[in-house]
């Protein structure tokens, strides 16, 4: 059995943006990434693919390209945490000790959650970009739909970026007027929550332009089931409890999600499953010597990349300062993250806010309300070389200080 200084769990943007500074802090032997899965993705990029606009291809790597080369890559799963041992198990049985242990494994997606979904997923124009072989087929039965209901579906759970339902949506209606089956076609959003974006600021501006494209957007729409066969899916009315059918032929599901089981199981998670974190300083509120950040932990903002390039800053000087025995005033995290809503090909609204205050916390000195191309090809062409060249290397922590130097010309607004 081996012991390392510090153990990280998952080689996603939140393991490998932690692990790469600190292993090159510590040298070789000291840090060590439990990750089990043979490719990393860049989950961001699967709208695009979706949407027909990027290959697959650009959105993967194998493991072994990204993992930080002072790091030790254990390539298996972790079953259990001890905290109390500070030790973690392995599927294959061993035990890695560690002084210090960051958590990062991602969200669960509970395919299962949806009766007859998990059959259906891939075919017959059941689709998932939450997914990464449904992804591939999203464009390819958006091409091939020739009218009648395209339906689109938000989860009545926590999910990784809460965006992504709607930018499938926006970019799919786009499709078929561009195919010249819009006028033959009902684009129906069916989602379990009370409104179409959880931040009032960009909300409004969505529903309006949802209004002016013609979705019909259902709330408190609960996906329950998919009947492949009758091409039916069944929907629970959270108001009132009621069932609701409706026939499809074209349905991307973004399907229900939660925290990963074995944390769920374990004594650092809290009463939903995640992990249990100050949401100032991401150190485990029991646990002073684990730290997690991403879509696992119980951080009170949406699970986005964007918000981990903040979270990964703030956990990196806390940890740092303990390594080093430095008593330091503790960085805290803002609760940054960005939902890039892609409206179309060439049209994006940036939406930038702290998820704790809801309160936007914009880059750049413009109202990031207003349809931009200039956004769509930030996000689409430079923001995917930012997350592999510096996110992964631990070399970018987020948009704050380019924020601050719009600062003195940024125009005052009254929301
Ligand atoms: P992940 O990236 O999920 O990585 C977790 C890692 O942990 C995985 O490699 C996994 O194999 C590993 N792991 C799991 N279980 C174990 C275990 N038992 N032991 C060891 N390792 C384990 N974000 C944005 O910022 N902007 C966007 O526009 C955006 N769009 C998105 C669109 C889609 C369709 C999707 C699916 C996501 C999108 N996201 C977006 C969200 C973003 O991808 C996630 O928030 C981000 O990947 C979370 O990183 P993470 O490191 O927390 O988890």
């Known amino acids: 059995d081996q012991k390392f200084k510090v153990v990280v769990v998952g080689g996603g943007p939140g393991g490998l943006s932690v692990s790469s500074t600190i292993s090159n802090l510590l040298g070789k032997n000291q840090v060590a990434v439990i990750e089990p899965a043979n490719h990393h993705y860049y989950q961001p990029l699967w709208t695009y693919v979706g949407g027909g606009l990027k290959n697959f291809s650009e959105s993967v790597k194998p493991m072994g390209d990204v993992m930080p080369t002072n790091a030790e890559w254990i390539q298996d799963k972790v079953t259990e945490f001890d905290p109390e041992n500070n030790t973690v198990k392995l599927a294959d049985g061993q035990t890695v000790g560690y002084d210090y242990l960051v958590v990062a494994a991602g969200i669960q997606v509970n395919w299962d959650g949806v009766k007859g979904l998990k059959e259906a997923l891939g075919k017959d124009g059941v689709t998932s970009n939450y997914d990464a072989d449904s992804v591939q087929k999203t464009y390819k039965f958006i091409q091939e739909f020739k009218g009648g209901n395209a339906l689109f579906t938000f989860p009545n759970t926590p999910l990784k970026c809460p965006g992504a339902p709607t930018k499938i949506t926006f970019l799919a209606e ?46 408190q729409h609960e996906l329950v089931e998919i009947n492949a066969d009758n091409h039916q899916a069944t929907f629970r009315n959270n108001a009132n409890q009621e069932l609701k059918s409706f026939e499809y032929d074209f349905i991307h599901v973004a399907p229900p999600q939660g925290a990963p089981k074995f944390i769920k199981e374990s004594r650092l998670a809290d009463a939903a499953g995640f992990v249990d974190v100050n949401k100032d300083t991401l150190r485990h509120n029991k646990y002073k010597n684990v730290f997690a950040l991403g879509d696992c932990s119980n951080l009170p903002t949406s699970k986005t ?35 890039p809503l892609i409206v179309g090909r060439d049209q994006l609204i940036l939406a930038e806010f702290s998820g704790y205050t809801g309160k936007p916390l914009e880059t750049f000195p413009v109202d990031q309300r207003k349809i931009s191309k200039v956004s ?15 996110l992964l290397k ?19 607004r009254d929301e």
Not at 312 to 338: F, M, R
Not at 396 to 402: A, I, L, Q
């Open 394 to 412: 631990g070399t970018w922590t987020g948009p704050s200080t380019v924020r601050s130097i719009f600062d003195p010309v940024r125009p005052k």
């Open 376 to 390: 769509q090809y930030l996000n689409k062409e430079v923001i995917p070389s930012i997350y592999w060249n510096f």
């Open 305 to 339: 990349a964007a918000a981990i390039t903040g979270e990964s800053g703030v956990l990196k000087k806390n940890l740092i300062a303990d390594i080093q025995g430095k008593k330091i005033e503790q960085a805290v995290y803002d609760g940054y993250t960005s939902c």
């Open 174 to 219: 786009e499709a078929f007027r561009l195919n010249g089956v819009r006028d033959k076609t009902n684009v129906i959003y069916n989602t379990s929550a009370g409104k179409i974006f959880g931040v009032d600021h960009y909300g409004r501006v969505l529903q309006q332009l949802a209004n002016e494209r013609n979705i019909n957007v259902n709330f």
